[in-house]
């Protein structure tokens, strides 16, 4: 049941966050009534606008729904701030990203069990994948049916998208029916957590089935301020409902942080688990050093091409332009729960190798039937047109998230590094060539205009590196700050207890060794179902 402060009251578990692996946590934990949980989300219960799948544009920079994070300017991307989105929700980012669904390649979970993280391989996950998805076209060796999470493929079909599938053909990439199955070469409809026109978040997919019991407790606009010691052991959370005074709880068995790669670091040094010299100078008592603590950050850099389209009617910019337009749009929706707000951020994706002899792909293209003129607040451009985005699936530049004050209500800051390792700056520039190999494939040449950005003046590699240091983005991917695996650099262990504290485990994106290959919000819901069967091991009674 909802509530709306716990105090000093003890429960089994405190869960903290509420996003895509804390969801699944609250679910699970509490299935069999044995345990009482405590669900505890800094963020707000819900957002009007997050189940419309249009919603990723809505909110990319709505504080009410968004924690708005900011990274400091470095010189690798010309100084800029770069905005990183995420969820200030309960569903945590899957409530406001971009409905893309990707497990990764097989290859990422078994460099995780090699780099000494036993019961990680692909072998080992793909239970759990199965186990949480219900896949709309059928269950098989790779794929499942009646699990919580709905996933389908992108419904919107038409000339544009064709032309796409062929161009890729064209230029010897083939037209894959399920990346998410056995290969994930090629390109594909996206597939999406998406139901009947409504966002499939963990909030709607966990969540909500598990809210009328009585051994859940949930309180929205919890900020956790520090996790609370007893020696070497924790033993509960100290946190504010909205301006309260700080309240503390008790766990008799655990406390999980599930608060994502950008919050879970900063909870663990504000309760002085971290680096004595990011700790000391900010006041913050050092209880236990740990030097990974909010070091090997991996993001997606996203780079992106645009092309004006000299044949009308295919692209949202003209279905979405002037008042009129965007009206009919919104009422389609109502009505048939279709058209532009209805969409996954990309209906088309596509999985590609920037060179012949690797093994899998190297980089991950999304291609949309529009172009924005203003990221921040996803405004389209006038003018027809069609984009198309690459980044590298596994990058090597690693950056750090660390606390700025003793304040839990400060934003860390968030250090990227993007481009500083020479392999990511060649493979994100080999990317840029090869999307525009397929723009500029015979069977797009009925549709595609000239190509606005990056230009077709912009050819050589030093040019095209430039380009990408001063426009591109990051996909909203960050993971790896509370490593997972058993040397000294690392956070928690593959069972993902913290190194040196007892009744305590960090389960979320923040604990990946490396990036999956893809779009993270599938992996952090998967690491919920695998912590939630660790801690039911663990506490079977």
Known sequence: MQASGVGSAEVDFIIVGAGSAGAVLANRLTESGRHSVLLLEAGAAGHPFSRMPASFGLLISDPSANWCYRSVPEEGTGNREIPVPRGKLVGGSSSINGLVYVRGQPLDYDTWAQRGNLGWSFDDVLPLFKRMENYEHGADDMRSQGGPLHVCEAYEEGPLYEAVFRAGEAVGVRRNPDYNGGDQEGFARTQTTIRNGFRQSTAVAYVEPARKRSNLRIVTDALATRLILDGTRCVGVAYRVGNSDELEVRAGREVVVSCGAVAAPQLLELSGLGHPDVLKPLGIEVKHALSGVGENLRDHINARAVWRLKRRGLSYNERMSGLPSRGWQFLRYLMTRRGFMAMPSAPVIGFLKTR???????????????????????LLHEWPGMSMTCYQLRPESLGSIHVRSADAREHPE??????????????????????????EAEPLDPIRGEEVEPGSGVTSDQALLDYIRRTANTAFHPVGTCRMGPSDECVVDSRLRVHGISGLRVADASIMPTMVSGNTNAASIMIGEKASDMILEDHPN
């Open 356 to 378: 012949a002899d690797l093994e899998t792909p190297d980089i991950q293209v999304h291609v949309m039937p529009y172009v924005i003129r203003d990221a921040a607040r996803r």
């Open 414 to 439: 968030i250090r990227f590094n993007f481009l500083s390792d020479a392999v990511d700056r060649q493979t994100m520039i080999d990317g840029l060539r090869l999307i525009r190999k397929v723009a």
